[in-house]
């Protein structure tokens, strides 16, 4: 059935209805299936345009699976000691279409961290896998919010606390490199190409208030807009009002990115929670007189990653 042909009523009904109820109604008949199937790509493409699910979803229910995903909800909860640091990828469940504009806000918070804090950022879609489990997450049974870790695809990330900030895998080199970069490295193609690292002028660091067993909490954004990256910090122990900008990190992004939280060798607990999901739009906060705008060093090359 064309999207003109569906009845309003039955656009109206889609829309309301939680994803339980939607399952079971697909399951009245075929034909009622293709109606919800026809319905949720057409409520998708208007409401969350840009965006898919990267695991197989219930065409059924697509829309309503997509619109959970965007709600607030945990994407990090866990408790790691010195013996089984953990060390992987928490992807949220959607695709990203990089030529649109995405704002994705986060609220951390960590304590009694060793090594190194939880990192938030994106990576190539096509770079997830399933084959390399976290012993920390592992026990998690859903299908779509299992750890998983990225291939040799594009990677980047910032820790918020610190505002450093490492891209790995890079198919070109970043927007700005340190004048003394290229001539130290070796040939094109080697990992000292692919794998660079900078971090947000005049962030202040929380890196240590993240070791007290009380922790830290921070706000933590992304701003996703033609093919760009930049990472917004908001002050909350501090002052709520006050919004950091990064500035653009990166502006040559794969065509389609995953939203993904970071632990690297992680030893602590760790709380991450998405806040809020902005589609074609950025919330007024980050254009207010108390923005800071900031702007991150020339990129420096560093050594390959083993995490991806």
């Known amino acids: 059935m064309l999207f003109s042909q569906l009845p309003d009523v039955l656009l109206i009904l889609v829309e309301l209805l939680p994803l339980e109820e939607a399952t079971c109604l697909a399951?009245?008949?075929?034909?009622?299936?293709?109606?919800?199937?026809a319905a949720s790509r057409m409520l998708s493409s208007k409401g969350l345009p840009g965006m898919k699910l990267w695991w197989h979803p219930f065409r059924g229910a697509?829309?309503?699976?997509?619109?959970?995903?965007?709600?607030?909800?945990?994407?990090?909860?866990?408790?790691?000691?010195?013996?089984?640091?953990c060390h992987c990828v928490k992807?949220?469940?959607?695709?990203?279409?990089?030529?649109?504009?995405?704002?994705?806000?986060?609220?951390?918070?960590?304590?009694?961290?060793?090594?190194?804090?939880?990192?938030?950022?994106?990576?190539?879609?096509?770079?997830l896998r399933r084959d390399r489990l976290c012993k920390c997450c592992g026990e998690e049974t859903s299908t779509h919010h299992q750890p998983w870790i990225p291939s040799k695809k594009?990677?980047?990330?910032?820790?918020?606390?610190?505002?450093?900030?490492?891209?790995?895998?890079?198919?070109?080199?970043?927007?700005?490199?340190?004048?003394?970069?290229?001539?130290?490295?070796?040939?094109h193609g080697t990992s000292s190409r692919t794998n660079w690292r900078t971090e947000v002028m005049e962030w202040q660091t929380w890196a240590h208030e993240t070791a007290e067993s009380d922790g830290f909490s921070v706000g933590v954004g992304m701003?996703?807009?033609?093919?760009?990256?930049?990472f917004i910090r908001q002050m909350e122990p501090l002052r709520s009002d006050v919004v950091e900008r990064s500035?653009?990190?990166?502006?040559?992004?794969?065509?389609?990115?995953?939203?993904?939280?970071?632990?690297?060798?992680?030893?602590?607990?760790?709380?991450?929670?998405?806040e809020e999901f902005l589609v074609n739009?950025?919330?007024?906060?980050?254009?207010?007189?108390?923005?800071?705008?900031?702007?991150?060093?020339?990129?420096?090359?560093?050594?390959?990653?083993?995490?991806?």
């Open 27 to 37: 399951t009245a008949s075929v034909s009622t299936l293709r109606n919800l199937e």
């Open 62 to 85: 697509v829309f309503q699976q997509m619109r959970e995903c965007v709600q607030p909800h945990t994407l990090v909860d866990v408790a790691c000691c010195a013996c089984n640091a």
């Open 91 to 127: 992807p949220m469940a959607l695709t990203l279409e990089t030529t649109g504009t995405y704002f994705v806000r986060f609220h951390f918070w960590a304590g009694g961290a060793q090594n190194e804090c939880p990192c938030i950022g994106v990576v190539d879609s096509s770079g």
């Open 154 to 187: 594009f990677l980047i990330s910032c820790d918020p606390y610190s505002g450093k900030i490492q891209a790995c895998n890079t198919p070109s080199l970043p927007p700005s490199v340190h004048e003394d970069a290229l001539g130290d490295l070796p040939d």
């Open 223 to 230: 701003l996703i807009s033609n093919g760009t990256l930049e």
């Open 247 to 274: 500035g653009v990190v990166w502006d040559n992004l794969p065509a389609e990115v995953v939203c993904c939280a970071f632990l690297f060798g992680f030893v602590g607990q760790a709380l991450i929670s998405l």
């Open 281 to 308: 739009e950025v919330p007024d906060i980050i254009h207010t007189e108390s923005t800071v705008h900031g702007k991150v060093f020339p990129w420096l090359p560093r050594l390959a990653m083993t995490s991806a």
